[in-house]
Structures are given as structure tokens and as C-alpha cells.
């Protein structure tokens, strides 16, 4: 007789004590709760292997500016149709959130990563024979971008099991691994270009994505506590066959994608809805400057090795500020006011984009780096700490499943909009300053309705009437997506 199955997804959560009591049968194999993380050890090489997949998916976009006029000329293309190409790639990476949460549940994590790999190396060459813009879209932007989701998101899952008393300092090193990706890319990309051309340099980084196969190997799932392997082992042994798990992907896949896309926090969370709505539309501008930025600076006469090094300085100023921003903010004064920072440094990152209106000198443009930078890592070091303040974590990994699905319709037009304006106006300055109005205008949104927000629960407390409920911040019951944070989101 088959084992009862939970009827929620809280008794699939459920531990089961070494006395026996129970645990949902459900319980995905590298679910934290049936694993003892060891803060170390093998811990170690799990993060510097997740170090390594930030720096070669989330930042790889940025990359793609090194080619961009040589992908107008290949093609014949304006600027909007070739702006298409990173913005497919990114809003790929985001929107299959909800599908690679899937993948995880019943292949583990180091077997989507491998996936994720292979998938985003076999589109990225794929993409040096292409010969047209829509094979691009297709190869470089699609079938790469969901290569890099399913390769990054299980990186930082399995991550978040090796360490639980450590994790706040596991995931603030983790997200050093955007920064670096964002200073070598560039001058990698740079280099191949010089040497190869642009069909020779997307062949040679789709061999180079191929080592996201080599990191996902090492990200060995977590010894189960013996109480677990005894219990479960049996069963383990009767499910192994591919056969048996892709059917029963195939079956639960509707329900597992149910839950992995929160709705129903969406319509009853107040704070969850003002917050996505906000960086859905801070998403807007947030990214299309570091896809300019090269392209702007050429155009005026620059040296590309100059202009890719300032996308290289830009790293290299997140790799020296995450760190101590997260020390910083760990501090229990900051506790009930990250949003009004995340807001207040988003307003500095919106209007830094107008210093690129002065002119497009080195000097200029550098000072624009080191302001965007800056503000940069504090937005990408508090995002996901905002959502967890507004969250339940029993709710996380969904929230930030709709999330992504959200923000990738503004990562996706985002772009082309703004290849669009220059069509019409052939002049770059447009877009900078269109991206500083979007992006500052979206901060005053989130800043003002929070405060909205808690003068009317400071006022309900007063009154005596019943506020909306606390969340719990346990990290027991919590699902396996553990965030940190990228170029194009901006952690």
C-alpha cells in the first residue's frame, strides 16, 4: 500500500523526532529539516562553488553590452531590436523562479545546477552560428537565461542547508560572487573580443559557462540524519528509477507550481503587494544603465577597453562594500527601518544615472560608477532583508517566486524602451535620465507608503484595534530557497 501522502504543504514540513513522532512523507531529500547543516566542512567548497555561479549567471548579462554595436552591424539591427538580447536573458533568469523551484523539489539541487549549466552553455555557443536577431533571442536570450535560473537558484539553496548558525555571512559572500563576475566578465569579454570577434567570443563563454556543471558536482546533497536515512531508505531505494521521478514530477508539477507562486499573499499581505508593485517598477530603469553604459561611452569616442573597465570598477566597488553593509545592517537598530535605507539609497542610485547627462569623459563616468556602485550594493544587500522583515519564511520562496514573475515583464521591456528612445532621438542622455526619473520615483513610492503604512498600525496599536499580524522570523519550517543577490536583481 503507498504511503498516506500529507494533505498540506505545513505536514510536509513537519519534522519527526528521533522517538518517531512524525514527518511528512513528502519531505523533499534536501529539505533542511532532514539534515543536520555542519557550518563548515564541505561547506566551504559549496560556497566558493556558489561564489563562482553568481559571477558566471547573474553578472554574465552585463557582458553582453561588450558586443553590443558589433550585434547592431552583424545584423543590420537598431538599437531596440538589439537591446531585446539582454533583456530576454534577464528576464529568462527571472521568470523561471517558479519552474527551477519545481526542478529542485525533485531532482535536488546539484542535479538542476548541472542542468542549469549544460542549458546555459549549450545556448551561449549555440548562439556564435547564429544568423539572425531572432535566433539570438532564442539561443542567447531564452535558452541561456533559463540555464542561468536553473543554475543559480539551487546554488544559493543548497548553500542555505550547509549553513544555518553561519548564514547571514555565508549569503553576504556568496553575493560577492555578482561583484566578481562583474569585474573579470567585462575584461574577458573585452579580450575574446579583440581576439576572436563576437561569434568566436559567445563560443568561447559558452565553454566557459560550462563550469557552472563542474560547481553544481561538488554541491553534494547533506547527509540525513540517521533517524531520516533509516525511515526513509526503503522507500528511497523503490523510487530511484528516472521513470518513476519524472512521472511524478509530471503529476505534482501543477500543485508544486501552485505553491511556489504566492497570490494569495499577494492579495491579503498589504506591505508584500506595495513592496513587489515597488520594485516591479524600480525594475523599470534599474538595470538598463549597465547595458547602456559601454554602448554610450563608445559612441563618444571612448576606447572599449576604458569603457569596459569602469563596468569592471563598478564590481570591484561592490565586492569592498557588501561586505561591511551587511555587518552594518545586521545591527539591531537598523531592525524595523531597513526599508527606509533600501528606499533612501535607491533615491541616490535613481539620480546618480543623471550625472552620465554631463558629459560621457572618463572622469565623468567614473565618478557615475562609484556613486552607482555604492548605492548599488546597499539596494542589493537590503532587498531580500525587506522581504524577509514583511514575509513569513514559511512564505519566502514563494514570494520571491511571484516576485520574480513580476519584475521580469519591466526586465523585459525595460530595454527596448530604451532602445527605442534613442531610435527616435539618437541621443543616449534620454535614457539615463529616464532611468533616474523611473527608478527615484518607484524609492519615494516604497518610502512613502511604508511610512504610510506604520503611522496607521502605530495608530491602530494606539487605539487598541488589532494591527496586522507580526511575522515570525523562525527559521524553523522554512522552504529551501535561500536569496542573495545579483547585477540584474539587484542583489
Same mark, same amino acid.
Given at each position: 500500500?503507498? =504511503?498516506?501522502?500529507?494533505?498540506?504543504?505545513?505536514?510536509?514540513?513537519?519534522?519527526?523526532?528521533?522517538?518517531?513522532?512524525?514527518?511528512?512523507?513528502?519531505?523533499?531529500?534536501?529539505?533542511?529539516?532532514?539534515?543536520?547543516?555542519?557550518?563548515?566542512?564541505?561547506?566551504?567548497?559549496?560556497?566558493?562553488?556558489? /561564489?563562482?555561479?553568481?559571477?558566471?549567471?547573474?553578472?554574465?548579462?552585463?557582458?553582453?553590452?561588450?558586443?553590443?554595436?558589433?550585434?547592431?552591424?552583424?545584423?543590420?539591427?537598431?538599437?531596440?531590436?538589439?537591446?531585446?538580447? =539582454?533583456?530576454?536573458?534577464?528576464?529568462?533568469?527571472?521568470?523561471?523562479?517558479?519552474?527551477?523551484?519545481?526542478?529542485?523539489?525533485?531532482?535536488?539541487?546539484?542535479?538542476?545546477?548541472?542542468?542549469?549549466?549544460?542549458?546555459?552553455? *549549450?545556448?551561449?555557443?549555440?548562439?556564435?552560428?547564429?544568423?539572425?536577431?531572432?535566433?539570438?533571442?532564442?539561443?542567447? #536570450?531564452?535558452?541561456? $537565461?533559463?540555464?542561468?535560473?536553473?543554475?543559480?537558484?539551487?546554488?544559493?539553496?543548497?548553500?542555505? @542547508?550547509?549553513?544555518?548558525?553561519?548564514?547571514?555571512?555565508?549569503?553576504?559572500?556568496?553575493?560577492?560572487?555578482?561583484?566578481?563576475?562583474?569585474?573579470?566578465? =567585462?575584461?574577458?569579454?573585452?579580450?575574446?573580443? @579583440?581576439?576572436?570577434?563576437? &561569434? #568566436?567570443?559567445?563560443?568561447?563563454?559558452?565553454?566557459?559557462?560550462?563550469?557552472?556543471?563542474?560547481? #553544481?558536482?561538488?554541491?553534494?546533497?547533506?547527509? %540525513?540524519?540517521?533517524?531520516?536515512?533509516?525511515?526513509? $531508505? %526503503?522507500?528511497?531505494?523503490?523510487?530511484?528509477?528516472?521513470?518513476?521521478?519524472?512521472?511524478?514530477?509530471?503529476?505534482?508539477?501543477?500543485?508544486?507550481?501552485? &505553491?511556489?507562486?504566492?497570490?494569495?499573499?499577494? !492579495?491579503?499581505?498589504?506591505?508584500?503587494?506595495?513592496?513587489?508593485?515597488?520594485?516591479?517598477?524600480?525594475?523599470?530603469?534599474?538595470?538598463?544603465?549597465?547595458?547602456?553604459?559601454?554602448?554610450?561611452?563608445? /559612441?563618444?569616442?571612448?576606447?572599449?577597453?576604458?569603457?569596459?573597465?569602469?563596468?569592471?570598477?563598478?564590481?570591484?566597488?561592490?565586492?569592498?562594500?557588501?561586505? =561591511?553593509?551587511?555587518?552594518?545592517?545586521?545591527?539591531?537598530?537598523?531592525?524595523?527601518?531597513?526599508?527606509?535605507?533600501?528606499?533612501?539609497?535607491?533615491?541616490?542610485?535613481?539620480?546618480?544615472?543623471?550625472?552620465?547627462? /554631463?558629459?560621457?569623459?572618463?572622469?565623468?563616468?567614473?565618478?557615475?560608477?562609484?556613486?552607482?556602485?555604492?548605492?548599488?550594493?546597499?539596494?542589493?544587500?537590503?532587498?531580500?532583508?525587506?522581504?524577509?522583515?514583511?514575509?513569513?519564511?514559511?512564505?519566502?520562496? !514563494?514570494?520571491?517566486?511571484?516576485?520574480?514573475?513580476?519584475?521580469?515583464?519591466?526586465?523585459?521591456? $525595460? %530595454? %527596448?524602451?530604451?532602445?527605442?528612445?534613442?531610435?527616435?532621438?539618437? *541621443?543616449?542622455?534620454?535614457?539615463?535620465?529616464?532611468?533616474?526619473?523611473?527608478?527615484?520615483?518607484?524609492?519615494?513610492?516604497?518610502?512613502?507608503?511604508?511610512?504610510?503604512?506604520?503611522?496607521?498600525?502605530?495608530?491602530?496599536?494606539?487605539? #487598541?484595534?488589532?494591527?496586522?499580524?507580526?511575522?515570525?522570523?523562525?527559521?524553523?519550517?522554512?522552504?529551501?530557497?535561500?536569496?542573495?543577490?545579483?547585477?540584474?536583481?539587484?542583489?
Amino acid at each position: 500500500m503507498a =504511503p498516506k501522502q500529507p494533505s498540506s504543504i505545513e505536514e510536509q514540513c513537519e519534522p519527526e523526532s528521533e522517538e518517531g513522532e512524525k514527518t511528512g512523507p513528502g519531505l523533499p531529500s534536501e529539505h533542511p529539516l532532514a539534515y543536520d547543516a555542519p557550518d563548515g566542512g564541505w561547506g566551504w567548497v559549496v560556497l566558493l562553488a556558489t /561564489i563562482v555561479v553568481l559571477a558566471l549567471t547573474l553578472a554574465f548579462p552585463s557582458c553582453i553590452s561588450i558586443f553590443y554595436l558589433d550585434l547592431q552591424v552583424a545584423f543590420n539591427a537598431t538599437n531596440s531590436e538589439t537591446s531585446w538580447v =539582454p533583456s530576454i536573458m534577464t528576464s529568462a533568469l527571472h521568470v523561471g523562479g517558479p519552474l527551477c523551484s519545481v526542478l529542485v523539489e525533485r531532482f535536488g539541487c546539484r542535479a538542476t545546477v548541472i542542468f542549469g549549466g549544460v542549458l546555459s552553455g *549549450v545556448g551561449m555557443a549555440a548562439s556564435s552560428f547564429s544568423n539572425s536577431m531572432v535566433e539570438l533571442y532564442i539561443t542567447t #536570450g531564452i535558452i541561456t $537565461g533559463l540555464g542561468f535560473c536553473f543554475s543559480f537558484q539551487p546554488a544559493v539553496t543548497i548553500l542555505g @542547508h550547509y549553513f544555518v548558525r553561519r548564514r547571514p555571512f555565508a549569503n553576504a559572500m556568496s553575493s560577492t560572487g555578482t561583484a566578481l563576475g562583474l569585474c573579470a566578465l =567585462p575584461f574577458l569579454g573585452d579580450y575574446l573580443h @579583440h581576439e576572436l570577434g563576437w &561569434r #568566436g567570443s559567445f563560443l568561447v563563454l559558452g565553454a566557459v559557462l560550462f563550469n557552472c556543471c563542474v560547481c #553544481g558536482a561538488v554541491m553534494r546533497p547533506l547527509r %540525513p540524519r540517521k533517524s531520516e536515512a533509516m525511515r526513509n $531508505g %526503503p522507500r528511497a531505494i523503490s523510487e530511484t528509477g528516472l521513470k518513476v521521478r519524472v512521472l511524478a514530477m509530471i503529476r505534482s508539477f501543477p500543485s508544486s507550481l501552485r &505553491r511556489n507562486m504566492a497570490f494569495d499573499l499577494f !492579495s491579503s499581505n498589504l506591505r508584500f503587494r506595495v513592496f513587489s508593485l515597488g520594485i516591479t517598477w524600480m525594475m523599470l530603469g534599474f538595470v538598463v544603465p549597465l547595458i547602456y553604459l559601454v554602448p554610450y561611452a563608445t /559612441i563618444n569616442k571612448m576606447d572599449q577597453s576604458r569603457a569596459a573597465l569602469l563596468l569592471s570598477i563598478m564590481g570591484f566597488v561592490n565586492i569592498f562594500v557588501r561586505p =561591511p553593509i551587511g555587518v552594518l545592517f545586521s545591527l539591531p537598530w537598523f531592525k524595523g527601518r531597513h526599508i527606509y535605507v533600501f528606499s533612501a539609497a535607491l533615491v541616490i542610485n535613481g539620480l546618480s544615472n543623471s550625472i552620465c547627462c /554631463i558629459g560621457a569623459s572618463f572622469q565623468v563616468l567614473l565618478a557615475y560608477v562609484l556613486v552607482y556602485g555604492i548605492s548599488m550594493s546597499v539596494v542589493g544587500s537590503l532587498m531580500f532583508t525587506v522581504m524577509m522583515d514583511i514575509v513569513e519564511m514559511s512564505r519566502f520562496p !514563494s514570494a520571491l517566486g511571484l516576485l520574480s514573475i513580476m519584475e521580469s515583464v519591466t526586465l523585459l521591456i $525595460g %530595454p %527596448p524602451l530604451a532602445g527605442k528612445l534613442i531610435d527616435r532621438t539618437q *541621443v543616449f542622455t534620454y535614457v539615463f535620465l529616464a532611468c533616474s526619473v523611473s527608478v527615484t520615483l518607484s524609492a519615494l513610492f516604497l518610502m512613502i507608503s511604508f511610512y504610510w503604512l506604520d503611522r496607521r498600525d502605530a495608530a491602530q496599536k494606539d487605539n #487598541g484595534s488589532p494591527a496586522e499580524p507580526a511575522v515570525t522570523l523562525s527559521t524553523e519550517g522554512q522552504y529551501s530557497i535561500v536569496p542573495t543577490g545579483g547585477v540584474n536583481s539587484p542583489s
